[in-house]
């Protein structure tokens, strides 16, 4: 009995008395020993007798054989002798607000930790949809209890707010800022906004001592994000990962190609207008990386460069150098980077095409940033990578309007709750409806 008990998570106390094969489900009636410690909710006291036979309750329970399960036992009645206030046992295998086992609860949490959608999670565990939002909403997440080392921070698209009773409408934010550990690559917040006073105001409910703490502040090339760690973390050091740089040096070919194809379009030179036409993919392409994407196709493509380059020289010029900054990102050691950088700053700075000289100046400006990211081998990646999964969130849920549930649903998917090793320790504090700190 004790072996059969284990396998469906029933309390080993418990006898099956009788199961039902219903249409849907399956009953499992239960007979549950009487405890022999009863405390009063009330006053503590454990002096309490059974007042009454009490109920029959039933219970969702875990699924078994691919078949609903639910549980009946007999809910008795007890009377507290010294306060003489009367109230039902409430066993420690059944969640004590809803009418759910302890493990139908800790199953569905644990689907919630993955990117999967409320309707797939309630199929899985054989309970409806509204079943899997009640878990969901008992769960609470709170401010960080403390900042992290490596603090990442990148703004993404959510298009998610507050619903207002009064107007009847959605006020919703179309970009929201997550803020990352760097040093173990979970999430730890999500905040609503992304303006420099909101974010400050964020900040400063932490102590000086804790922002002090912070060691490496990982952002993009934004004025705003820069100003904020200025600001709040007076011994951070601020790293702007190459990935923005590369980004950037991107749009710049981009925009030089589109330049050369808007002006054949409109001189009627279609010829040349196909060969700038269609050959993003292969500009971005890093040269020594070439042979191996390209295949059989890599003369055929080499000669469409040549083409192109040869009606639009500063397009050549611009791709040189995007290709330049590619060999100081394999280069090392820090000072042979350093000392390249200083090179390529000098060389494009001075240049005739407005769209290197103003991608040049940009890169000038972040250069002491930029060169932190290889200094201390931080990056901002993390951040970036959460975009994907907030995508792949919104995608699956077929989006999230209230921000509080996608902040919820981000800091359970993307969170350290999904690093633990045992994630059912962390979330005992969800079953008591207290808010989780991480």
Not at 101 to 127: C, G, K, M, W
Not at 144 to 173: A, M, Q
Not at 253 to 277: A, I, P, W
Not at 366 to 381: L, V
Request: hydrophobic letters at 35%.
């Amino acid at each position: 009995m004790k072996t059969s008990n284990y396998l469906a998570k029933l309390p080993q106390e418990a006898t099956i008395k009788n199961i039902q094969v219903l249409k849907d489900y399956d009953l499992i009636s239960l007979d549950v020993s009487i405890p022999s410690q009863r405390l009063c909710p009330h006053c503590g006291s454990n002096d309490c007798v059974i007042k009454d036979s009490g109920t029959i309750q039933t219970v969702r329970h875990i699924p078994c054989n691919h078949r609903g399960t639910v549980v009946s036992f007999h809910k008795r009645r007890l009377l507290c002798r010294d306060c003489h206030s009367s109230f039902y046992e409430t066993p420690y295998w059944i969640h004590p607000s809803l009418r759910m086992t302890q493990a139908l609860y800790d199953s569905i949490l644990l689907d919630l930790i993955q990117p999967l959608a409320f309707s797939e999670i309630a199929r899985r565990n054989h309970v409806t949809q509204s079943t899997v939002q009640s878990v969901f909403q008992s769960i609470q997440f709170g401010r960080p209890s403390r900042l992290p080392e490596t603090i990442c921070i990148d703004e993404f698209k959510g298009n998610s707010g507050v619903w207002s009773s009064k107007s009847h409408r959605w006020y919703r934010n179309k970009y929201h800022c997550g803020i990352s550990d760097g040093d173990s690559h979970s999430v730890i917040d999500v905040l609503d906004q992304i303006s420099g006073v909101y974010l400050n105001k964020y900040f400063h409910k932490f102590s000086l001592e804790q922002r002090k703490h912070v060691k490496y502040f990982c952002c993009d090339m934004s004025n705003g994000f820069v100003s904020v760690s200025r600001k709040d973390f007076p011994n951070a050091r601020i790293c702007i990962a190459p990935f923005h740089v590369i980004k950037r040096l991107n749009e710049m070919v981009d925009e030089v190609r589109l330049r050369y194809q808007r002006q054949f379009q409109d001189t009627g030179d279609s010829e040349n207008m196909k060969k700038v036409k269609g050959i993003i993919r292969l500009l971005k392409t890093r040269e020594y990386n070439q042979a191996a994407y390209w295949g059989a196709r890599f003369n055929e493509n080499k000669q469409r460069l040549h083409d192109a380059f040869e009606v639009a020289p500063d397009l050549l010029e611009a791709y040189e150098a995007l290709q330049f900054f590619h060999d100081i990102l394999a280069s090392s050691p820090y000072s042979i980077q350093s000392e390249e950088l200083t090179e390529w700053i000098k060389q494009y700075t001075v240049s005739d095409v407005e769209e290197i000289h103003s991608a040049a100046c940009t890169i000038r400006h972040w250069r002491g940033y930029i060169q932190n990211s290889w200094k201390y081998g931080k990056s901002n990646g993390l951040s970036e990578g959460l975009n994907n999964k907030v995508k792949v969130l919104k995608r699956v849920a077929f989006g999230l309007h209230s921000f509080e549930g996608f902040r919820k649903r981000i800091l359970l998917t993307c969170g350290k709750l999904r690093l633990s090793n045992d994630p059912l320790s962390i979330l005992e504090k969800a079953r008591d409806g207290k808010e989780i700190r991480l």
